[in-house]
Nanobody, 126 residues
């Protein structure tokens, strides 16, 4: 019903920057509200970890390892979340995935659900 389309990954040198985007697209029903948008990452051989989340009221939480380097933002009118990543380091190399908590039109909050993007590769290497 809802697909998240990610873009913006790539390869950069240490100290470089990337901006990721994730847009929600509904196939048959329209999106009524997105309660939260989050970015996660998964490095080879490691578990998935939270990077940053923003809720419908604009409240934001970052993982401790972000240390002021990343900024999450959203364009609610376009159902899109962004992750601006600066001062990237080799340890930031991972697949970055977005996750939205979505409610469709003509449904209740109890029918809302989470959906994952397909992931975009970020590689930081000299």
């Amino acid at each position: 019903q809802v697909q998240l389309v990610e873009s913006g990954g790539g390869t950069v040198q240490p100290g470089g920057s990337l901006r990721l985007a994730c847009t929600a697209r509904a196939n048959s029903s329209r999106i009524s509200r997105i309660y939260g948008m989050g970015w996660y990452r998964q490095a080879p051989g490691k578990g998935r970890e939270l990077v940053a989340v923003i809720d419908v009221r604009g409240r934001i939480n970052y993982a401790a390892f972000v240390k002021g380097r990343f900024t999450i933002s959203s364009d609610n009118a376009e159902n899109t979340a962004f992750l601006q990543m600066n001062s990237l380091q080799p340890e930031d190399t991972a697949v970055y995935l977005c996750n939205f908590h979505v409610q469709l039109e003509d449904t209740d909050y109890s029918d809302s659900f989470g959906v994952w993007g397909q992931g975009t590769q970020v590689t930081v290497s000299s």
